[in-house]
């Protein structure tokens, strides 16, 4: 029996196409303003508070908040929702501290890889430098993972033409601009996206009425809401460490720190995309623990669709793909810059080309191939929530290590190499395999029967939280 749509392929596709065009010709009109090599890599130094604080929301807030924090929540409970919502925000404060910091020691600089190549040797230089664009690469695939998978599961649209719609329209403007197209988009997107997310909350509320309440998931489910409830506890912290620590190695967001026209607009910037960001975030969590207390076998990555098209109206719909490429195209576009300006600036330090290449354009022809990558991966449909969390592990097992180092002047090279290669290893140990039921340590190397309960259930906590301390540990022994 053929499955039953919420709107039709071509309508879909139409809405899909032009709302990519309107964006990509804005981008490109707005940018024929604004050329040269400053205005690509920083926007010329000089972008005021509403649209640094648009930028920064937009950026942070991709498709995956559709969709990862309902996941989340519906295993790890109400301490996954603060976790998640939380672990998004928090760089916003942290960078405050560390964005003054790299902006009064690197005036000139236009990102933190930049920053640690002037710090430690070129060993760890690369090894940072290679483990930011995988990270940012593995989100870029996650976001047009998830815009297409989104798209499929209300219109049967097929995933790659979603895919592809959504890359080349974001490659048009994106690779023609820099950040100055990236930011202003960026503001645009950003009103979109704030105006959609109101009217779907207020259906969601509507149409859930007393359900869209902490006391109906605690009759439910207690568990879930529970303060002796383990698994929300290790999944608040798991995803709190991981979250923080990918979006503190996120390009996107130091190029927004240097592109501030000065240090008060920065931190008052930071500060309002904090508070814009924990609540938005923990809806969408909450709104994953209101729909598998509805009904356990709903789809738990689903659980705010299921909730906003119980009427299954045709009007939602449209306003749900609007939403997820309004924060899919924001979203990528931050990406593609952040990963071609990180060629352009490091890429010098890397190859040992002719003097006469033109990096930018380099960079371009970067940008296209993993762009084709990512075409091939999102039209395969994978795990989005996995992606991430692989991703994470690789940021966890850095983020302590190259982040002392910005007030621990005594930590050489070879200390924090090692550091981070130790944690990488261990993480990797631990973390789970997709269905999560065992790790290359445990279940593999290992069997689980010898292991306590608690380690065998709680394996993506340990895998983050030996990836993100025991480099510190070895730290302290090389320097004993």
Request: proline share 2%.
């Amino acid at each position: 029996m053929d499955k039953i749509y919420f709107i039709s392929q071509s309508t879909s596709l139409s809405l899909i196409i032009i709302i990519s065009l309107i964006f990509s010709l804005l981008g490109v009109y707005h940018s024929n303003k604004f050329q040269g090599i400053s205005n690509y890599l920083t926007a010329n130094r000089n972008i005021g508070l509403f649209s640094l604080t648009t930028s920064l929301v937009a950026s942070a807030l991709g498709a995956w908040i559709l969709f990862g924090p309902a996941a989340a929540a519906s295993w790890g409970g109400i301490g996954a929702v603060i976790g998640y919502s939380l672990g998004t925000a928090f760089p916003m404060i942290f960078l405050i501290f560390l964005g003054k910091k790299i902006r009064n020691e690197s005036p000139k600089g236009s990102s933190l890889i930049e920053f640690m190549r002037k710090k430690f040797g070129k060993s760890l230089f690369k090894l940072i430098l290679l483990m930011t664009v995988f990270y940012m690469f593995i989100f870029l695939c996650a976001e047009v993972t998830a815009v297409a998978v989104l798209i499929n599961y209300i219109s049967g649209t097929e995933l790659w033409i979603t895919a592809l719609v959504v890359l080349l329209a974001t490659l048009s403007y994106t690779l023609y601009g820099g950040l100055r197209a990236s930011i202003f988009t960026d503001n645009i997107q950003m009103v979109v996206i704030g105006i959609l997310l109101l009217i779907s909350i207020f259906c969601i509320t509507s149409f859930t009425g007393s359900e869209f309440s902490f006391a109906f998931v605690e009759k439910k489910n207690p568990q879930l809401l529970s303060a002796s409830y383990i698994p929300s506890y290790t999944a608040g912290l798991t995803f709190f460490i991981a979250v923080a620590a990918t979006n503190l190695f996120h390009q996107g967001n130091w190029q927004r720190v240097y592109a501030a026209k000065d240090y008060k607009t920065l931190k008052k910037s930071l500060i309002i995309s904090f508070f814009i960001i924990v609540p938005i975030v923990f809806f969408m969590g909450f709104a994953g623990l209101v729909s598998f207390s509805i009904d356990s076998s709903n789809r738990p990555d689903l659980g705010f669709f299921t909730l906003l098209l119980k009427e299954q109206t045709e009007l939602l719909s449209l306003i749900i793909i609007t939403l997820g490429l309004a924060l899919t195209i924001s979203t990528v576009d931050t990406l593609v810059n952040a990963i071609s300006s990180l060629f352009v600036v490091d890429g010098k330090a890397i190859f040992n080309f002719n003097k006469k290449i033109d990096y930018l354009r380099l960079s371009k022809y970067f940008i296209i191939f993993l762009s084709l990558i990512t075409f091939l991966i999102a039209s395969k449909g994978f795990d989005i929530l996995y992606l991430f969390l692989l991703a994470d592990l690789f940021c966890c097992a850095f983020v302590l290590t190259v982040f002392y180092s910005f007030y621990n002047k005594d930590i050489k090279e070879e200390a924090a190499y090692l550091s981070i290669i130790i944690g990488l290893v261990g993480g990797f140990l631990m973390f789970p395999f997709p269905d999560f039921s065992k790790s290359l340590l445990v279940g593999i190397l290992m069997p689980k029967e010898i292991f306590n309960p608690f380690i065998v259930q709680s394996l993506l906590f340990l895998s983050f939280a030996v990836a993100t301390f025991l480099p510190v540990v070895i730290l302290k022994i090389k320097k004993l």
